[in-house]
Nanobody, 128 residues
Framework: QVQLVESGGGLVQAGGSLRLSCAASGRTFSIYGMGWFRQAPGKEREFVAGISASGGTRYYADSVKGRFTIIRNNANNTVSLQMNSLTPEDTAVYYC?????????????????????WGQGTQVTVSS
């Protein structure tokens, strides 16, 4: 079992920044990759960013590329999402998730079915 707890969400003006954190406990943290997803009101949950077990490979959805950065710290079992230049379209509940197997394919990181454990989510609201 892996427990994931997100934090760092809140209300920010367009153009601002937020840093989300996800603390993991349970199984050894560094075995598999991690991902961040988001779900906006009335929309399906979508992939945002992923990072490999070592942290050496990162994946981003086109909508956030160049604005968001995913970082993992295997020493303290956390994965973070630094979000800059936020727009109202980034408003959503953000979830971190733990992969069920290792991979270096973008398509695998973007596939929600390949994640076994999910956090409860943290709300990000960007005002215009």
């Amino acid at each position: 079992q892996v427990q994931l707890v997100e934090s760092g969400g809140g209300l920010v003006q367009a153009g601002g920044s937020l840093r989300l954190s996800c603390a993991a406990s349970g199984r050894t943290f560094s075995i598999y990759g991690m991902g961040w997803f988001r779900q906006a009101p009335g929309k399906e949950r979508e992939f945002v960013a992923g990072i490999s077990a070592s942290g050496g490979t990162r994946y981003y959805a086109d909508s956030v590329k160049g604005r968001f950065t995913i970082i993992r710290n295997n020493a303290n079992n956390t994965v973070s999402l630094q979000m800059n230049s936020l727009t109202p379209e980034d408003t959503a509940v953000y979830y971190c998730a733990d992969r069920r197997a290792a991979s270096l394919l973008y398509s695998d990181y973007a596939d929600q079915r390949q994640y076994d454990y999910w956090g409860q989510g943290t709300q990000v609201t960007v005002s215009s």
